[in-house]
């Protein structure tokens, strides 16, 4: 909000020398109080006893109108935290007054005409001697006299979009009346917008559309855990804590900084449609560490009527084909709820007067507009003709053998991605003349078009005929299905092996139209080809940057073979532990790769459609493309395996080092079984070797053993840095690395971090405190033998992490 710096509240001489000698009436520069016969107007402001905050008049970006408003004092980018006239600005400043009258606090204009009031009934306040003050924690305050206890009003009953520290938001048993956060309407208007934060009495918060529809909830609040459901990251962390307090008159949250930290925060209902909560960096500059829902288009009606949101292109949302922006100046604000409007009137179905009819334009590869109607008919071309005569129908869907339209305006469609499943096609009515337009753009002169497509496709099928190598049988979503003849061409009978993992080896290969792939030859598979396909499938639709793309299938007989991109890089392990004949990495890129394998992680973990256990998380499974950014390989498997994946995955070579507690005591693996993993990982980023490796001298030590203490102890952490690096780390950056891994490797899966929570530290979103020394690490500390388990020498199936003699192998 409000970004735009004014410098309004600079004081020039002249005026300051003005103020001076109106100091009886008006106010003495850096005061922090208004009493009796004093008053604020113009220029002036009231300054916090300890400076954190400053109130008076503001006047936000270009906007003619000015507000009565508190701001942070300290912070270089006017940020309002509270504004009083929010809905009742003023056109001139200087002929507005603050002042104490008849006991309230009130703003005239110069018709003397109240532009806003605390509204105190006369009898609550028939205090001789108020004073408005303004507190160092951004709260004013009206109270009975200077040293009088009793507040009389305070602005933190009474917030616009903003929560500070110490404010509550809650519910007035009493007067069943609550305190709400509203968010602006637009970057540069302070009024009342559209969406509200709202304390309930089940206590929950819900977020809300218009004070009506609720689109997002925090879910109950939990008296044990002292956290929401729906927003576990709320529960105590390093930064602020959230305190909630039931009484008989009242129950409402109020949230604390921790002591040590003096960084300013705020929480707002943004008018993006998310709270937010920002902290201020030393970079002079906001930084949102927490907001919800997560994405923008999940907001309800974000991006207005006749839109499309989507969360891959920067300004997120766009017109449907045959609309334009409504208002370019309300969206530049950002404030998208106009929406976009028709180019042309529907002519409507019955309405013979110009002959035409409209059209219906397909818009697929979307999540449907919200509000449908189901009709009964029974196909597609009766939908359509319910549709065209209604004349307020503004689309249709038939999907499924169900008919859906959808009457006056369009909300809450969303561009998905390339082979999401959930996705659906609709139907828009438009303009015949509409339609018009858009053929005139495309097809210009039919015939030469036509010539041309005529020549693009016999060029197409003599390409085809040519290099008909591969047969492409059949397409599932994004998915080739290769033929088994096609691969033994193209990886020239399996001839160039790439590596072998606890699924079976990896062989290389190069497509017909030269790209190259890596295709894996599955072992030990039980499952019929209508599950597989099933299987592969699901695994096709997840892609991330931080993830390695599956492109194909085979499955054919008992054949069953996956074919990925091929990553010229190779994996990690090669780069960290056998680096003979390449480069070291440097540290940038090992922090680089953490971040990214990291991120992978976390969207395999959070957003997919079923959160995605990895179950094998080590420097094998990290490939790297050509620039280097990691990916994260052999994903999803663990189904297609089924049964046998606690076999395969305990006749690993090399993983057991990698293992959390939790595999050996049997219980039920979470994602933070790959949490452990990466962590375990992440020591071998820093060391440059193997955790389970003898070290020079003979003697056997257990580098995250060694580490997790020296991090303990908040020692100097370059001494455990990979020689080969020369102490060349950025320190800061070496001791988040050294604390998230000691915390992802806690014994207790409580104790460690979500990956998404991981990312938010690399990333120097959250910040990260001093681990303990996990139990099992501490045990390897206090007796030398156990160490003996986690080296390659060892044969044994036996895990020193725990002192039970249960084999997993069989
Ligand atoms: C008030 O502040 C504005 C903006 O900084 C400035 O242009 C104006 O001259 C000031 N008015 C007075 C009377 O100082
Ligand atoms: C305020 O002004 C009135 C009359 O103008 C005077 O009687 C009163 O003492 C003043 N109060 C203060 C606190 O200065
Ligand atoms: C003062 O406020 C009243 C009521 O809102 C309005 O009618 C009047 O025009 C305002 N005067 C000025 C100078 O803005
Ligand atoms: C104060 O009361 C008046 C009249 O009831 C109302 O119009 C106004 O909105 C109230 N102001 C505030 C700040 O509640
Ligand atoms: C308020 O308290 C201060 C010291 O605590 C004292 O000096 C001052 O006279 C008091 N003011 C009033 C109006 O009682
Ligand atoms: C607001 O400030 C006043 C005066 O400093 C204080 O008495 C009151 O408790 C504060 N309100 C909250 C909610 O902290
Ligand atoms: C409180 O107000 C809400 C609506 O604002 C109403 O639904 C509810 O019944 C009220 N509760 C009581 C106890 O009056
Ligand atoms: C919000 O709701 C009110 C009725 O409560 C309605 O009049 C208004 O049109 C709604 N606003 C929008 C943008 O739909
Ligand atoms: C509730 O309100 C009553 C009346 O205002 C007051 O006497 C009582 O102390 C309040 N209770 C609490 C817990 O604040
Ligand atoms: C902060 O420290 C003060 C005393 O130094 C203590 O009373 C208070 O409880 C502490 N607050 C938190 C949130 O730790
Ligand atoms: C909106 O912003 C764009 C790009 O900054 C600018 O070209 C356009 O003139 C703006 N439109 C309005 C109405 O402000
Ligand atoms: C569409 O119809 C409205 C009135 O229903 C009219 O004001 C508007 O100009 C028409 N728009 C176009 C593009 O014809």
């Not at 009484?247 to 300013?264: A, C, M, P, V």
């Not at 008992?558 to 540290?587: A, C, E, I, Q």
């Amino acid at each position: 909000m409000g970004s735009k710096n004014s410098g309004a509240w600079s004081f020039t001489l002249p005026s300051f020398l003005l103020c001076l000698s109106l100091c009886t009436t008006h106010l003495c520069l850096g005061s922090d109080t208004i009493s009796a016969n004093q008053s604020l107007s113009g220029n002036q402001t009231l300054i916090s006893s300890g400076g954190n905050f400053k109130l008076g008049f503001f006047t936000p970006g270009n906007s003619p109108y000015s507000y009565l408003g508190i701001w942070f004092n300290k912070i270089s980018v006017r940020t309002v935290v509270w504004v009083a006239n929010r809905d009742n600005p003023v056109i001139d400043r200087y002929s507005t007054e603050l002042k104490i009258s008849g006991g309230n606090l009130v703003m005239v204009n110069d018709s003397r005409v109240p532009v806003w009031s605390t509204n105190l009934s006369t009898s609550s306040s028939g205090s001789s001697s108020p004073v408005a003050v303004l507190g160092d924690d951004g709260n004013f305050t009206l109270k009975d006299g200077l040293n009088s206890s009793a507040t009389l009003w305070q602005s933190f009953n009474h917030p616009t979009d903003t929560w500070l520290p110490g404010a509550k938001i809650g519910i007035y048993k009493r007067k069943n009346t609550s305190q709400l956060l509203t968010s602006w309407k637009n970057a540069e208007d302070p009024s009342t917008g559209l969406f509200s934060l709202e304390p309930q009495p089940s206590i929950e918060y819900f977020i809300r559309w218009n004070r009506s529809f609720h689109y997002w909830t925090t879910g109950q609040w939990d008296r044990k855990n002292r956290g929401f459901a729906n927003v576990p990251e709320m529960r105590p962390n390093h930064i602020c804590n959230f305190i909630y307090v039931d009484n008989e008159n009242e129950s409402y949250f109020t949230y604390l900084r921790k002591n040590d930290s003096n960084t300013q925060l705020r929480l707002v209902m943004d008018l993006s449609g998310q709270v937010q909560m920002l902290s201020w960096l030393p970079s002079q500059q906001w930084n949102m560490f927490w907001s919800q829902p997560t994405r923008k288009c999940q907001v309800h009606n974000f991006c207005g009527p006749f839109t499309v949101c989507s969360e891959n292109t920067d300004n997120f949302c766009s017109c449907l084909r045959g609309f334009s922006i409504t208002s370019e100046r309300d969206w530049n604000l950002s404030d998208m709820s106009s929406g976009c409007k028709r180019n042309s009137n529907l002519s409507c179905a019955l309405s013979t007067s110009n002959g035409e009819k409209d059209r219906f334009l397909l818009h697929s590869n979307m999540k449907l507009p919200t509000d449908s109607q189901s009709l009964p008919v029974r196909n597609s071309k009766e939908c359509r003709l319910s549709c065209l005569n209604n004349c307020s129908c503004t689309a249709y869907a038939f999907e499924n053998n169900a008919c859906s339209i959808w009457l006056g305006g369009l909300f809450n469609v969303q561009q998905l991605a390339q082979g999401d499943t959930t996705a659906s096609s609709f139907y828009l009515r438009l303009a015949a003349s509409n339609f018009e337009d858009l053929s005139k753009k495309t097809v210009a002169g039919s015939v030469s078009a036509a010539l041309a497509i005529l020549a693009i496709l016999l060029f197409g099928i003599w390409r085809w005929r040519r290099r008909a190598t591969v047969t492409l049988k059949s397409v599932e979503g994004s998915l080739i299905a290769f033929a088994y003849g096609d691969l033994l061409i193209a990886t020239k009978n399996f001839s160039e092996k790439l590596g072998e993992g606890g699924f079976g080896s990896v062989f290389k290969g190069t497509l017909p139209d030269s790209s190259q792939i890596a295709v894996k030859k599955l072992e030990s598979i039980s499952q019929g080809e209508k599950q597989f396909r099933t299987e592969v499938s699901t695994i096709g639709i997840i892609q991330h940057v931080n993830l390695v793309r599956l492109r194909g299938f085979c499955s054919q007989g008992d054949k069953r073979l996956l074919v990925y991109d091929f990553m010229p890089n190779g994996s990690l392990d090669y780069y960290l532990f056998h680096r003979k004949d390449s480069k070291t990495l440097d540290w940038k890129t090992r922090y680089q790769i953490a971040l990214g394998t990291a991120r992978g992680l976390a969207y395999l973990h959070d957003k997919c459609r079923d959160c995605i256990i990895h179950c094998d998380i080590k420097p094998e499974n990290i490939l790297l493309d050509a620039e280097f950014c990691p990916k994260v390989a052999d994903f999803g498997l663990a189904k297609l395996v089924g049964r046998d994946f606690s076999r395969v995955l305990t006749t690993m070579r090399g993983t057991r080092g990698y293992l959390a507690p939790e595999w050996i005591s049997g219980v039920a693996i979470t994602a933070k079984a790959d949490v452990y993993s990466y962590g375990m990982m992440l020591f071998e980023f820093v060391s440059g070797r193997r955790n389970s490796e003898l070290s020079e001298n003979g003697a056997i030590k257990f580098f995250p053993t060694l580490a997790a203490r020296k991090i303990s102890e908040g020692a100097d952490l370059l001494d455990l840095l990979d020689p080969n690096l020369e102490t060349n780390a950025a320190s800061e950056e070496l001791t988040r690395i050294c604390r998230v891994a000691c915390w992802c490797v806690q014994d207790e899966e409580t104790h460690r971090p979500s990956m998404g929570q991981v990312v938010h530290i690399l990333e120097r979103v959250l910040d990260v405190n001093l681990p303990r020394i996990p139990r099992a690490l501490q045990l390897l500390l206090d007796n030398q033998e156990h160490v003996v388990f986690f080296t390659e020498s060892s044969s044994s199936n036996q895990s020193s992490q725990t002192k039970s003699n249960t084999s997993t192998a069989s």
